[in-house]
């Protein structure tokens, strides 16, 4: 088990600064590449990113690549378990409120809130945060 999540994409541009931005489709002819069969872009959607590297790639070149797995792995958890567990301390705090001061409105109110506070600070915790995106290979 590799220690990276693989993608195949093509260079659709280079920058002058060392980066290129990669088009990962559905119709490039992932033949080559391991990841074909979970691969994010299975939807007929394509996603751009832009990537710093030191490899000699080429506009058209077909270029395998990766992200760390601990990122993906902590990236799913940011995305997906943290708000559940959000959702539920909000719940438990409006619970012990509602009970405390016989009310009806502060358990949802409460995990509501939780949960947009959770996504705000997220949201300003990632906004620029460097991609770890890297090329691995050019596959032709």
């Known amino acids: 088990m590799g220690k990276y999540a693989t993608a195949c994409g093509k260079v659709i541009s280079k920058k002058q600064d060392g980066k ?3 088009a ?7 033949g080559n590449c391991k990841s074909k069969e979970s691969c ?4 007929g959607k394509s996603h751009h990113f ?10 058209g070149d077909m270029v395998e690549i990766g ?9 799913g958890l940011l995305v ?9 301390l909000g719940a438990l705090l409006g619970t012990v409120l509602d009970k405390n001061f ?10 509501i809130s939780f949960l947009v506070i959770y ?14 995106l890297i090329i691995i290979k050019i596959l032709s």
């Open 40 to 43: 994010a872009t299975a939807h």
């Open 119 to 132: 996504f705000i600070i997220l949201k300003l915790l990632t906004k620029n945060k460097e991609n770890k």
């Open 80 to 88: 997906y378990i943290m708000p559940v567990i959000m959702l539920f």
């Open 50 to 59: 832009e990537l710093q590297t030191d490899m000699n790639v080429k506009v």
């Open 102 to 111: 016989a009310t009806n409105f502060a358990t949802p109110l409460f995990s």
């Open 67 to 75: 992200i760390p797995k601990k990122s993906v792995y902590t990236n």
């Open 24 to 30: 990962l489709t559905p119709s490039v002819g992932c």
């Open 20 to 22: 290129v931005v990669v």
